[in-house]
């Protein structure tokens, strides 16, 4: 007999700081250790670096993993599925009270090395251990990890899967079904299929976007719709800013490939566009043209819209952070006329992103646009489709994969109820095969 536990640590009551534990026996496997940016946020002159893990999981900011004091076991490996920071961003402040080697793909696993050194308050010597989608990591004789590809709104996504002497547990959260990715290859679907047939005893799902209908369109149509934005307008010649996920290196390949077709020279700008589309390139993820510029400090930005200023704002496409109107970022920089760009009458604006649905977000971005339009630019919004899954997808995953158990993590408690009435017309039923779990809480299965 095999005792299974799941332990949701983090990410369950809310969107971030995302942090599950897979218990096999006595031998515990930690998937994800993540931030939750906006907990940080409210509060003036934080510095996260310099800030002690209770501080922080006071504040609600990463998961409060003092309860795996009480889990009986021993943690073995902590396994990333992606590079964003609900997912690794708080490997810095916990990973070092565990004895276990970290575990991503090699760009995730680059990553999670640059958080750990920009710490400044714990030192963090844990192995870090890349290994490619589709590969395996032994734990003991009886249980393995397994990395599956998927796609998401970053590079080098997976599904994690735990294999154990009665079946898999696989953990899927922060994926989309996309069939025509515009970087990288598509899910899976093979592996997927056949693990469903080998056998799931639980599957831990996002739930974020469970409750949108349909499916979530392809990065392929993001592509033409960047394209279209533009393309296809009859001022060709005016001022246009591009800003988008400087993590979403797809997206930011298709621009800069828009930006050719335009006869323009693409410029990345902002520390993050830095760092995520450096490393991505450094890794050969991302094949450029050699026009492309990009800049990370301040006073070389500046330097660089001169530049464009006196050379002529039709020969440039400046690609920046800031599309949620964080202040400091460069857009809004732009906007209040700190750079030494001018917005003028007719000049575009567009956002390759959404507006992230919280309060301050949305207020930051209406303070944005609001500046923005008093220059007279002109705002193209939402030329975006999402990185989760839609219900429908959703649908084809749980049918897929045919686990004895699922539980929605990655969301509140209003995108887990979404999940768990699509999971019940699956014929799932809540409390005995759906399990709504709140941080803190572990589901026992015996098989
Ligand atoms: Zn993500």
Redesign the pocket.
């Known amino acids: 007999m095999t005792d299974i536990g799941i332990i949701a640590v983090g990410g369950y009551n809310e969107m971030g700081r995302n942090m599950t534990a897979i218990r096999v026996d006595e031998d515990i496997i930690i998937v994800d250790m993540g931030l939750r940016l906006d907990r940080v946020q409210i509060h003036e002159d934080v510095e996260i670096d310099k800030m002690h893990s209770l501080e922080l999981i006071e504040m609600g900011a990463i998961p409060d993993d003092t309860i795996m004091k009480q889990v009986n076991g021993n943690v073995a490996a902590i396994v990333c599925t992606?590079g964003?920071l609900?997912?690794i961003g708080a490997i810095p402040k916990l990973a070092h009270r565990y004895t276990a080697p970290i575990i991503g793909t090699p760009y995730t696993a680059a990553l999670i090395k640059q958080q750990i050194e920009s710490e400044r308050k714990f030192g963090v010597k844990n192995k870090i251990i890349p290994i490619e989608a589709g590969g395996t990591y032994q734990i003991n004789d009886d249980v393995s990890i397994e990395l599956i590809r998927v796609q998401?709104?970053?590079i080098d996504a997976v599904f994690v899967a735990v294999h154990t002497p009665v079946g898999a547990v696989l953990y899927a959260c922060?994926f989309k079904l996309d069939r025509t990715p515009t970087l990288g290859e598509a899910p899976d679907f093979e592996r997927l299929r056949e693990l469903g047939k080998e056998g799931v005893i639980c599957m831990i799902v996002e739930s974020t976007n469970a409750n949108r209908k349909g499916k979530t369109p392809s990065e392929k149509i993001a592509h033409d719709m960047v394209r279209d934005v533009l393309l296809g307008t009859e001022e060709s010649d005016v001022g246009m800013v591009v800003t988008t996920f400087a993590s979403h290196i797809a997206r930011i390949n298709s621009i800069i490939q828009v930006a050719g077709e335009m006869g323009r020279i693409p410029v990345l700008m902002g520390r993050s566009m830095d760092k995520y589309v450096v490393t991505a390139k450094n890794m050969g993820y991302i094949d450029f043209p050699k026009n492309v510029e990009i800049y990370g400090k301040r006073k070389d930005i500046d330097r660089a819209f001169k530049k464009i200023m006196s050379e002529g704002k039709e020969k440039y496409l400046p690609i920046v952070t800031g599309h949620q109107g964080e202040p400091g970022a460069i857009l809004s920089r732009v906007a209040s006329g700190d750079t030494p760009f001018e917005v003028e009458s007719g000049d575009r604006i567009i956002f390759s992103a959404n507006i992230i649905p919280s309060p301050m977000t949305q207020a930051n971005r209406y303070a944005l646009e609001t500046k923005l339009k008093m220059k007279g630019a002109r705002i193209y919004d939402d030329v975006h489709v999402s990185?989760h899954a839609y219900r429908e997808d959703h649908w084809e995953l749980l049918r897929m994969i045919n686990p004895e158990h699922v539980i929605p993590a990655h969301g509140n408690i209003g995108m887990h109820s979404a999940y768990i009435e699509m999971a019940e017309d699956a014929g799932y039923i809540l409390g005995d095969t759906v399990h709504m779990l709140r941080n803190g809480e572990e589901l026992y299965i015996e098989e």
């Open positions: 992606h964003h609900d997912h998401h709104s970053i922060d990185g």
